[in-house]
């Protein structure tokens, strides 16, 4: 996968409101992406994920974790 891509499909999850709890389905995921990034935009979708790594620090990293894992699976 394209490492770039997969940044910025990670960080548009990360900035959405779709939580791990809610057990997505691949085809979730990929739609919750593509909405995010047409809704914020990437470079918006990356000033979210900072903001929560500067407020949050301690749920951040669990959820970038998800996130990137859930990107991985749903666009593999």
């Known amino acids: 996968m394209n490492t770039v891509l997969d940044s910025i499909r990670s960080e548009a999850l990360f900035a959405s409101t779709l ?7 691949p085809e979730l995921i990929r739609e919750v992406v593509s909405t995010t990034v047409d809704r914020l935009g990437e470079a918006r979708c990356a000033e979210v994920v900072a903001q929560e790594f500067g407020e949050h620090p301690d749920c951040a990293l669990g959820r970038m974790r998800w996130a990137r894992n859930a990107v991985r699976n749903a666009f593999a």
Request: positive net charge; hydrophobic residues 0%.
């Open 19 to 25: 939580q791990r709890s809610q057990s997505p389905t």
